[in-house]
């Protein structure tokens, strides 16, 4: 089964990190961008960051830039998600994306979300 699996996610006090982890099961994320997008409450879903893991390529919402970093590690199929310097207006359900456009063929894929509360 194709799988995406997004953890890591917690309690955290102001100031404090988490590594969000998005692991893929089923297939490879070799050529794929893998993005990280959240929710929080009565919110639209918003792109945080991602990686294109064709040419290491990376975006930060303005918001996020210095305080968040990503990464892949493509013999884990796997990537992170370091937040640091973690605020109140973090706080929501982080999802991993995985998109791959080639050769006429598009595949999309999304994880089931984990919860990053941010809150003393």
């Known amino acids: 089964d194709v799988q995406l699996q997004a953890s890591g996610g917690g309690l955290v006090q102001p100031g404090g990190s988490l590594r969000l982890s998005c692991a893929a099961s089923?297939?490879?994320?070799?050529?794929?961008?893998i993005a990280w997008f959240r929710q929080a409450p009565g919110k639209e879903r918003e792109g945080v960051s991602w990686i294109s893991n064709s040419d290491g390529s990376t975006y930060y919402r303005d918001s996020v830039k210095g305080r968040f970093t990503i990464s892949s590690d493509n013999a884990e199929n796997m990537v992170y998600l370091q937040m640091n310097s973690l605020n109140p207006s973090d706080t929501a359900v982080y999802y991993c994306?995985?998109?791959?456009?080639?050769?006429?063929?598009?595949?999309?894929?999304w994880g089931k979300g984990t919860l990053v509360t941010v809150s003393s």
């Open positions: 089923g297939f490879t994320l070799d050529d794929y961008v």
């Open positions: 994306n995985a998109d791959y456009r080639g050769f006429g063929v598009r595949r999309n894929y």
